[in-house]
């Protein structure tokens, strides 16, 4: 059920004054070389943790991702989401929160604009792979055996070469951050040995009718809730735009070639907030003549089940109070689908804190 205090908080500050979405300032993204972290490990893990602690998103360079990789999977993913919605259907999520399989506008309470289908997928083809690789028991709470596509045939085989070397980057970031933070070498690695982290691409495109109100979004205001996201987007209009505290929405424009990656909600309250969850949002082209499919590829990088997630009491300063309540992985995932299934909205949340805080604005 719908919360009417959060329904009548957005209805009364409708009027508030916003910034024309398509006016923003361009975003200072900072961009990092991680192949430096072999030759200036201090160097690089600072510039890392002071564009996290600062703008909450970096562009990160010298990753070891094969160009023709990146490419190959966007292809692969495009030729599956021009597929006739019929047959894409057949593999749909059986739940649009634990993401596995094609979620398709209209499903899933302020998850889907009219304008976001997603593939989605996790390391293990199956549960049974998973627990016999040393998951908890429970993970099939979490996670369905994989829904792959009948078609584009090689569609499988690229997404898990793709995701192993996204995994890869994440591991070398994790370090990175260790050491950015000042926490000992390997302090994360205990808390992400058996990740339930997931692969997506978005695919935006204005071929599916969801019968929801037209926004300019393409995807709402939102925080991601895992440790940390590494993003590919692909260039074109509609663009991501992130919200910088008390300056407002900035584009983060596409550097070819390079990984967007944004703090989530878990390293944020990791670190009391010395990191920053960067709330951010996908806007449609002004011009339906420019409209084009756009697709991104995150990879929501989240810790065990068994991981206990709260401020790390080596980072907090003196004098200062943890912020937030202590969560393990499962419990965190518990709260996302309880927050799915009670119909909570993230841009109806976002609203909220916008109309009480204008510096959100
Ligand atoms: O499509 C994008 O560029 C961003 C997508 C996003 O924020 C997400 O999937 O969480
Ligand atoms: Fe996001």
């Given at each position: 059920?719908?919360?009417?205090?959060?329904?009548?908080?957005?209805?009364?500050?409708?009027?508030?004054?916003?910034?024309?979405?398509?006016?923003?300032?361009?975003?200072?993204?900072?961009?990092?070389?991680?192949?430096?972290?072999?030759?200036?490990?201090?160097?690089?893990?600072?510039?890392?943790?002071?564009?996290?602690?600062?703008?909450?998103?970096?562009?990160?360079?010298?990753?070891?991702?094969?160009?023709?990789?990146?490419?190959?999977?966007?292809?692969?993913?495009?030729?599956?989401?021009?597929?006739?919605?019929?047959?894409?259907?057949?593999?749909?999520?059986?739940?649009?929160?634990?993401?596995?399989?094609?979620?398709?506008?209209?499903?899933?309470?302020?998850?889907?604009?009219?304008?976001?289908?997603?593939?989605?997928?996790?390391?293990?083809?199956?549960?049974?792979?998973?627990?016999?690789?040393?998951?908890?028991?429970?993970?099939?709470?979490?996670?369905?055996?994989?829904?792959?596509?009948?078609?584009?045939?090689?569609?499988?085989?690229i997404w898990r070469e793709y995701y192993a070397?996204?995994?890869?980057?994440?591991?070398?970031?994790?370090?990175?951050?260790?050491?950015?933070?000042?926490?000992?070498?390997?302090?994360?690695?205990?808390?992400?040995?058996?990740?339930?982290?997931?692969?997506?691409?978005?695919?935006?495109?204005?071929?599916?009718?969801?019968?929801?109100?037209?926004?300019?979004?393409?995807?709402?205001?939102?925080?991601?809730?895992?440790?940390?996201?590494?993003?590919?987007?692909?260039?074109?209009?509609?663009?991501?735009?992130?919200?910088?505290?008390?300056?407002?929405?900035?584009?983060?424009?596409?550097?070819?070639?390079?990984?967007?990656?944004?703090?989530?909600?878990?390293?944020?309250?990791?670190?009391?907030?010395?990191?920053?969850?960067?709330?951010?949002?996908?806007?449609?082209?002004?011009?339906?003549?420019?409209?084009?499919?756009?697709?991104?590829?995150?990879?929501?990088?989240?810790?065990?089940?068994?991981?206990?997630?709260?401020?790390?009491?080596?980072?907090?300063?003196?004098?200062?109070?943890?912020?937030?309540?202590?969560?393990?992985?499962?419990?965190?995932?518990?709260?996302?689908?309880?927050?799915?299934?009670?119909?909570?909205?993230?841009?109806?949340?976002?609203?909220?804190?916008e109309a009480a805080d204008p510096t959100l604005?």
């Open positions: 059920m719908v919360n009417k205090m959060t329904n009548n908080a957005v209805t009364n500050n409708a009027a508030i004054d916003r910034p024309d979405p398509y006016a923003v300032p361009d975003a200072e993204v900072p961009i990092v070389d991680l192949s430096t972290f072999d030759t200036d490990p201090d160097g690089l893990s600072k510039a890392l943790c002071d564009a996290c602690a600062t703008v909450g998103f970096v562009s990160v360079a010298g990753h070891g991702v094969d160009a023709d990789l990146i490419q190959r999977f966007f292809a692969i993913s495009e030729e599956f989401f021009r597929l006739p919605l019929e047959e894409k259907l057949k593999f749909r999520s059986p739940n649009d929160l634990l993401f596995q399989g094609y979620a398709c506008p209209g499903t899933g309470p302020g998850f889907h604009t009219s304008e976001r289908q997603s593939f989605n997928v996790f390391k293990f083809d199956t549960v049974a792979d998973a627990i016999a690789n040393g998951y908890p028991a429970d993970v099939g709470a979490v996670f369905y055996d994989a829904i792959w596509p009948e078609r584009p045939a090689e569609f499988p085989a070397a996204i995994e890869h980057i994440a591991s070398r970031l994790l370090r990175a951050f260790e050491r950015g933070l000042g926490l000992a070498d390997g302090w994360f690695a205990p808390h992400v040995k058996f990740s339930p982290s997931t692969l997506a691409a978005n695919y935006y495109s204005n071929d599916i009718d969801s019968g929801h109100e037209p926004s300019p979004f393409r995807f709402p205001a939102h925080t991601d809730e895992d440790i940390f996201t590494i993003l590919y987007q692909d260039e074109g209009p509609g663009s991501l735009q992130l919200h910088q505290r008390g300056e407002g929405w900035r584009n983060v424009v596409p550097v070819p070639g390079t990984f967007v990656v944004n703090i989530g909600e878990l390293m944020a309250r990791w670190t009391n907030d010395k990191l920053r969850a960067t709330p951010h949002r996908v806007l449609a082209p002004k011009n339906p003549a420019e409209e084009r499919p756009r697709m991104s590829a995150p990879f929501f990088f989240k810790p065990d089940l068994d991981a206990v997630i709260g401020p790390i009491p080596e980072l907090l300063d003196a004098g200062e109070e943890p912020r937030y309540e202590t969560y393990t992985g499962r419990g965190w995932l518990r709260r996302a689908q309880e927050n799915i299934d009670s119909g909570y909205d993230t841009s109806k949340q976002f609203a909220e804190r604005r």
